[in-house]
Structure formats: C-alpha cells, structure tokens
C-alpha cells in the first residue's frame, strides 16, 4: 500500500484491475471483507467501505447469502471510467510534454509504436 490514496481506494484499484485482468468475471464472487482486511492487513471497515463504494459504482452487486458479485457491466464501467483518467491525466501530459520538447505527432506515434514492439 502507498500513502498518496486512502487505503479504501488502494482496495477498489485492486479489485477493479483484478476484473480488467480477468481474475474475477460476471457474476463471479469476490473474496470477503474479512478476507481482504486480513490480506491487506487493514481495518474491517476499510475493506467494508471499499466494497461498499464499488458496489455504488455499480461494479459489485450483494448476492443475499452468498456474497459479493461482480456485475455484468463491471468491465464496461471500469474500462471506461480509467480510459477517461487515462486521457485526462496521462494523455494530455504526454501531448503537452510532447510539445515543449518539438516532438510531432508523427514521432509520438512512431515512439509509441516502437515501444510497444519492445514490450510485446
């Protein structure tokens, strides 16, 4: 854990990129909050509100005796709410970094291209 977010959001990180990766799907349950304070060695109540906040986000849904679920739309409303982080925090840095240092779009791209190439 780092100490620049709440621990609650650290969690919510954790459990939204545990879906994008595929380690939970639909309907999947996820570990209990018990589970998670005692992983993450965290109050029980961080790991109730984490839980709680990802399910009014409408990523967890309570199944009555069973748990917590992952929604059918999870994926969708995770993906598109860090693809607008993406663009509004780190895309629009590089293109202003970009920039100040006279490097087109046609290098940038290029750039981004060859770095993926090196990372695949």
């Known amino acids: 854990m780092n100490e620049s977010q709440p621990i609650f959001m ?6 939204e990129t545990d879906i994008l990766r595929g380690v939970y799907h639909a309907d999947d349950l996820i570990i209990s909050t018990t589970q998670i304070s005692k992983l993450y ?4 109540a961080t790991a109730v509100k984490a839980v709680s906040k990802l399910a009014d986000e409408g990523i967890l849904h309570k199944r009555r ?3 917590m679920c992952v929604t059918p739309d999870a994926l969708n409303i995770i993906r598109n709410r860090r693809k607008d982080t993406f663009i ?5 840095s590089v293109l202003a ?3 100040t240092l006279g490097i087109s779009m046609d290098e940038l791209i290029s750039m981004l291209r060859s770095e993926r190439t090196d990372n695949d």
Not at 10 to 15: K, V
Not at 41 to 44: D, F, R, T
């Open 10 to 15: 650290q969690i919510m990180e954790i459990i």
């Open 41 to 44: 060695s965290v109050n029980p």
């Open 65 to 67: 005796g069973i748990g």
């Open 88 to 92: 509004d925090q780190t895309l629009r």
């Open 97 to 99: 970094e970009a920039e």
